[in-house]
């Protein structure tokens, strides 16, 4: 057995102990495998042991991989980093998922270049709830203004929530973070179908999942460190 099939298999156990925890179902907890850095052979030792959904955060790297990739059909990438206006015409049928939509100038160049394509894209939006200067997410106090934006927009189609919490070296000290998302989303919920809360990474995604995260970021504890 190879170290990313190993790898998966402890984080299934986390993910079940951790779901079970908070009285949900592991299987409603979605694992997004941060493939990132990693060339696609990687990948395919993660889809042989039974992933499917990969998070990428740079558009032309994921575009690379994405073609290589192209005769497994059931691969599924997301795009999880930081998206820049003139990326987005390079999106169409990419990604499964865009987790990183921060601002109504993106969802106004989606807007622009789906309608021409006639492509509806499935999108989260991404809070900066710390509110930490310099980071990208949509402050809370935009929020509001933001939703109903990408609400009238007919090219996107909102899945739900996506956080980046600030980094602690003690992960329990994003909990709040955590639950002031989960928060929002129940929020949202109420006058919106979503689905997804994005939030959790390698070093706190037990910690997430309990205060409501159903998918997960997982890079370096899947493939190891990046270099
Ligand atoms: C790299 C990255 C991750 C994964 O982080 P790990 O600590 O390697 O698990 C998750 N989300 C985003 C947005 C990332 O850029």
């Not at 694992?31 to 030792?45: G, H, W």
């Not at 689905?195 to 037990?206: I, K």
């Amino acid at each position: 057995m190879n170290d990313v099939k190993r790898n998966i298999e402890i984080i299934r156990e986390r993910i079940d102990k951790a779901a079970t925890k908070s009285w949900r179902k592991p299987e409603d907890i979605h694992i997004v495998a941060v493939s990132k850095t990693y060339p696609a052979e990687k990948v395919l030792d993660a889809y042989n042991a039974g992933l499917r959904v990969f998070g990428e955060n740079k558009v032309q790297e994921a575009l690379e991989k994405i073609e290589i990739l192209s005769s497994f059909k059931d691969i599924k990438f997301h795009l999880i980093g930081h998206l820049q206006t003139n990326k987005v015409k390079y999106l169409k049928d990419k990604f499964e998922l865009i987790h990183s939509v921060d601002r109504i100038e993106i969802v106004q160049e989606m807007q622009k270049r789906f309608s021409k394509l006639n492509h509806i894209q499935d999108i989260l939006i991404q809070v900066n709830i710390a509110r930490e200067p310099q980071k990208s997410g949509v402050l809370p106090e935009d929020f509001d203004e933001l939703l109903e934006y990408v609400l009238q927009a007919n090219f996107v189609r909102l899945k739900g929530l996506m956080l980046i919490p600030p980094f602690f070296d003690e992960p329990q000290l994003n909990r709040d973070n955590f639950r002031k998302m989960y928060k929002l989303f129940e929020k949202i919920k109420t006058y919106t179908d979503v689905e997804y809360l994005s939030m959790g990474m390698s070093d706190d995604f037990e910690i997430a999942i309990e205060e409501g995260s159903n998918m997960v970021r997982i890079g370096t504890a899947i493939f190891g460190k990046r270099g």
